[in-house]
Every structure is written in structure tokens, then in C-alpha cells.
């Protein structure tokens, strides 16, 4: 079943300005990451927060997280057409040895020249 | 990074064929391997969780008999999809992980069509 649910479900931006996709959550999680696919690709790993860290920075990302909201945040500053892509948010949760990841629907990002 | 590798990236096979998905961790032992499916503009759904040696853990409404997961090493996990159907067609994306819990790394995805 899906966990995280993203918003906007699309964006589209000039190349310059900032983007900022959101991510709620239902379930308790361990930590909470974000990728990014390009159409017909594979996943990247962009950034993880921990359930017990509040923010995050990873050169252009900055990542927040709320807890008592079950929300999460990714910011792309200065953005650049090449960050048009799918972003995804996925909570982990441990089921016994293993962590799980649930994916939200996902965000489409366009970044125009 | 670490690198995981699936092939083929793209199959098109005819309705009642098996086909045969590879993912490999070409630099890293994966003790975990994740498979998942992937419809146009969807999210990515949890098929199974395959550990090395044992069997496959498959999420609520998968078929077991129908996607056949084995996970004969630290290296390689295959996914089988028997019988292949049109509605089979999608994005099967596998992700790895080395013990405990590391971090996931991501194949480049297969697209199967089923005519």
C-alpha cells in the first residue's frame, strides 16, 4: 500500500527559481529518503533524514522533516533544467531484519530553460 | 556508488511466454534484493523482498507462482514472470542492499511489453 503522498503532483518552473515538493506521510517511520528517476530509469538516491533529525542539506537539497506532522519537505534551490525529472518520496520502516520502503505517487518536475 | 545492473532493459515477448529478469550487484554483496513494478506515471510497488538462500517474502496480492523470485547469491536475484499476459506489461525496477540495513541501490529498470 502507498505510504507517502506527495504534492504538487506536477510543478513546472523557470530554470532559477526554487522547487519545493512535499511529502505526508501515515505510518510510524525510521527515516524518510528521496529519489529521483528520470522517465525510464532507474532510482537515485538524493538525500535520507532520519526520524530524529528536523533538516537536512545535500549541496542543492535541503530536506525537512515533521514528525508530529508526518510531512516531509525537499527543496531544490536555483534549479536547473536538467533537475527535471520524477521525485519520489519513501518512508522505511523496519519489519523485523529488514526495512521496508514505501513509495508516494511521485512528483513531476519540469524546469524550463 | 554501488552498482546494480538488471538485464535485459527492455523484452517484448508474446502472451504465454516466461520471461527471465536479471539483477545483478556488480561491486557489493546484496543480501537483500527488492523487486518492483512501476505502471506509467505510478509509483513504485513493493513486489517481494528475496535474502540469499531463502525464500522470497512477496507483498499482499502478488502472485508467487507467477513471478518467480530467486535469489541464488550474493550477487544475482532473477525475476520470472510465467505466463506472461498484456496486463504483465510494466516497469520492473530491483533494488540491493548489503546486511542489515544500508543503503538501497537501484537497477536501471526493465520494460516488459507483452503483445
Known amino acids: 500500500s502507498q505510504q507517502g503522498e506527495e504534492d504538487p503532483q506536477a510543478l513546472s518552473i523557470q530554470e532559477g527559481e526554487n522547487a519545493t515538493m512535499n511529502c505526508s506521510y501515515k505510518?510510524?517511520?525510521?527515516?524518510l529518503q528521496w529519489y529521483r528517476q528520470n522517465s525510464g530509469r532507474g532510482l537515485v538516491h538524493l538525500i535520507l533524514?532520519?526520524?530524529?533529525?528536523r533538516e537536512k542539506h545535500s549541496g542543492r537539497l535541503r530536506v525537512t522533516l515533521d514528525t508530529s506532522k508526518k510531512s516531509s519537505s525537499l527543496l531544490i534551490t536555483a534549479s536547473r533544467a536538467a533537475d527535471t525529472a520524477s521525485y519520489f518520496c519513501?518512508?522505511?520502516?523496519?519489519?523485523?531484519?529488514?526495512?521496508?520502503?514505501?513509495f508516494g505517487k511521485g512528483i513531476t518536475l519540469s524546469v524550463r530553460p | 556508488g554501488a552498482v546494480v545492473s538488471q538485464h535485459p532493459s527492455r523484452v517484448i515477448c508474446k502472451s504465454g511466454t516466461s520471461v527471465k529478469i536479471e539483477c545483478r550487484s556488480l561491486?557489493?554483496?546484496?543480501?537483500?534484493m527488492f523487486w518492483y513494478r512501476q505502471f506509467p506515471k505510478q509509483s513504485l510497488m513493493l513486489m517481494a523482498t528475496?535474502?540469499?538462500?531463502?525464500?522470497?517474502?512477496?507483498e499482499q496480492g502478488v502472485e508467487k507462482d507467477k513471478f518467480l523470485i530467486n535469489h541464488a547469491s550474493l550477487t544475482l536475484s532473477t525475476l520470472t514472470v510465467t505466463s506472461a499476459h498484456p496486463e504483465d506489461s510494466s516497469f520492473y525496477i530491483c533494488?540491493?542492499?548489503?546486511?542489515?540495513?544500508?543503503?538501497?541501490?537501484f537497477g536501471e529498470g526493465s520494460r516488459l511489453t507483452v503483445l
Open positions: 533494488s540491493a542492499r548489503t546486511a542489515g540495513n544500508g543503503e538501497l541501490f
Open positions: 505510518t510510524s517511520i525510521n527515516n
Open positions: 533524514i532520519r526520524s530524529n533529525e
Open positions: 519513501a518512508t522505511a520502516s523496519y519489519t523485523g531484519a529488514n526495512s521496508k520502503l514505501t
Open positions: 561491486d557489493f554483496q546484496a543480501t537483500t
Open positions: 528475496s535474502n540469499e538462500g531463502s525464500k522470497a517474502t512477496y
